[in-house]
């Protein structure tokens, strides 16, 4: 709990209490009850000894898949197949508290909370290795009434940084797009938009990202989205 509480506290000054209250009493019931935590396996491991990304892994198992497949329902996106070095680099900020530490961003400090349980930059970068070994997963779109034609327009915005194909620039830290969740991507543009994500001490990104998202209308997030979900990385072309 001392994980989750620290970072929680400070965001939630001024909230009204009630609110406090379930917002942390929400994340421990769902981490408790789905079982999101450090595996027996890898309690056991001395910080002496090594573990292998597949044994930390079985903590994700629970919200992402086992191959990584991602739940809408407990708004977790499919990660099997995203680049080792973008993996490690969320499971970073998460533990430093740049992301997932708004009071509003429930997905956010569930991620946060997990995230502590990776005991060095060793284990960060073996489970993100496993992530980047697992087949890529192709989802259905879920956003109904998304335009991904339509979408192209409003992504021009995005290609900028994201490239063309949503390809992304390791150089640059800057992640893969294409063909991530249409719902994942919408509730991360509105995060932006809304100031949930972004604003924290240390996002040298978050600024840029909430000035590309601030002009979007929700029919152009949808249709981003979608245009997204749609778009091969490697041809640079809709599916």
């Known amino acids: 709990m001392r994980g989750i509480c620290r970072p929680v506290k400070r965001q939630l000054m001024g909230i009204p209490f009630v609110r406090m209250i379930a917002t942390v009493g929400s994340l421990t019931g769902v981490l408790t009850m789905t079982g999101c935590a450090r595996s027996s ?50 499971l970073e900020r998460f533990q430093k508290g740049i992301r997932g530490q708004h009071a509003d961003d429930v997905e956010g400090l569930k991620m946060q909370a997990m995230s502590r349980q990776l005991r060095s930059e060793t284990e960060r970068r073996a489970v993100a290795k496993h992530v980047a070994s697992l087949p890529h997963v192709t989802t259905t779109a879920a956003i109904g009434g998304g335009d991904a034609a339509a979408g192209r327009k409003a992504y021009l915005l995005c290609a900028s940084c994201h490239g063309v194909t949503g390809n992304g620039f390791e150089a640059g830290s800057v992640p893969p797009l294409a063909g991530m969740d249409d719902w994942y991507i919408a509730a991360q543009i509105r995060k932006f938009k809304n100031g949930v994500r972004g604003t924290m001490p240390g ?37």
């Open 203 to 239: 996002d040298a990104f978050g600024p840029v990202m909430r000035s590309v998202a601030a002009p979007l209308s929700a029919e152009n997030v949808n249709q981003v989205a979608a245009y997204v979900h749609a778009l091969s990385g490697e041809r640079g072309t809709l599916r």
């Open 41 to 90: 396996v890898a309690a056991s491991i001395s910080g002496t000894e090594s573990i292998s990304g597949a044994e930390l892994f079985e903590a994700c198992v629970p919200c992402h898949g086992a191959a990584g497949e991602g739940s809408t329902a407990v708004g977790a996106p499919a990660i099997a197949g995203l680049p080792a070095w973008y993996v490690s680099a969320q």
